[in-house]
C-alpha cells in the first residue's frame, strides 16, 4: 500500500508567487514525521522542513512553511515567494516512529518550474 | 553542503561485475541509511545502521550488503551486477537512530552497461 501520495507529477508556478505542493499519507504508527526534500537538476537531496505527528503549530523555515492537517493526513508544502532557483523536484517522505529502524517512505515526487 | 561525503560520484561497470560505494556521515552522526534512486522505483530504503550495527532493513537484494565501520564511516557493495542496478544511490545520517532529520550525501551514480 502506496504511505505516501504525490498527486502532482509537475507543476508551473510564476516567479514572486506562491506555490503549494501537496502529499497526503497513510499510516497506522500513532507517532510519525514528515519531512520535505529538494532534489535539484544537479541530483543532491537537500532536507528542507520537518513535521512531528504530535506538533501543534505548523512548521515552518524561511520562505517554506508545511500545512499539516492531521485528520485529513495531509501534509502540504508552501513555497511562498517562487525564485528561479525553487525549480526542482519535491519529495515529500514520512518516517514511522515504531516502524523499524529511521527508514523514510517517499512519495514520487512533484517536478517544480518557476517562469520568470 | 550537508555534511555527507560520498564516493566515488559517478561508476560505469558492466553487467556481472562488483562495485563499493563509501559513504562517510556528518561528524556526530550515529546512524547511515542506504537509499536507491531509480526511474521506475522511485526513492527506495535500502538498509540503516546505527553505531555498527544493523538497525533495518528494506528492499534491498541478495546480491547487495552493507556495514558500518568502527570509524562510522560505511560501504554499500553490489555484485552480480545488472542493467536494472543503474541507478543514484544515497546515503543519509542522522545522529540518532530513529527520531532526527536525515541529511542526504551528493550521491553515487551507477551505471551498469
Known amino acids: 500500500a502506496q504511505k505516501i501520495t504525490q498527486t502532482q507529477p509537475g507543476m508551473f508556478v510564476q516567479e514572486k508567487e506562491a506555490v503549494t505542493l501537496d502529499c497526503t499519507y497513510d499510516t497506522s504508527d500513532p507517532s510519525y514525521g514528515l519531512f520535505w526534500y529538494k532534489q535539484p537538476s544537479s541530483g543532491e537531496m537537500i532536507f528542507l522542513i520537518y513535521?512531528?505527528?504530535?506538533?501543534?503549530q505548523n512548521a515552518t523555515e524561511g520562505r517554506y512553511s508545511l500545512n499539516f492537517q492531521k485528520a485529513r493526513k495531509s501534509a502540504n508544502l508552501v513555497i511562498s515567494a517562487s525564485q528561479l532557483g525553487d525549480s526542482a523536484m519535491y519529495f515529500c517522505?514520512?518516517?514511522?516512529?515504531?516502524?523499524?529502524?529511521?527508514?523514510?517512505?517517499f512519495g514520487q515526487g512533484t517536478e517544480l518550474s518557476v517562469k520568470p | 553542503d550537508s555534511g555527507v561525503t560520498q564516493t566515488p560520484k559517478h561508476l560505469i561497470t558492466a553487467t556481472g561485475q562488483r562495485v563499493t560505494l563509501r559513504c562517510s556521515p556528518r561528524s556526530g552522526d550515529l546512524s547511515v541509511y542506504w537509499y536507491q534512486q531509480s526511474l521506475d522505483q522511485g526513492l527506495q530504503f535500502l538498509i540503516q545502521y546505527y553505531n555498527g550495527e544493523e538497525r533495518a532493513k528494506g528492499n534491498i537484494l541478495e546480491r547487495f550488503s552493507a556495514q558500518q565501520f568502527p570509524d562510522l564511516h560505511s560501504e554499500l557493495n553490489l555484485s552480480s551486477l545488472e542493467l536494472g542496478d543503474s541507478a543514484l544511490y544515497f546515503c543519509?545520517?542522522?545522529?540518532?537512530?530513529?527520531?532526527?532529520?536525515?541529511?542526504f550525501g551528493p550521491g553515487t551514480r551507477l551505471l551498469v552497461l
Open positions: 517522505a514520512m518516517r514511522e516512529v515504531y516502524n523499524q529502524g529511521g527508514k523514510l517512505i
Open positions: 543519509a545520517s542522522s545522529v540518532a537512530e530513529r527520531e532526527e532529520t536525515q541529511y
Open positions: 513535521q512531528g505527528s504530535y506538533d501543534q
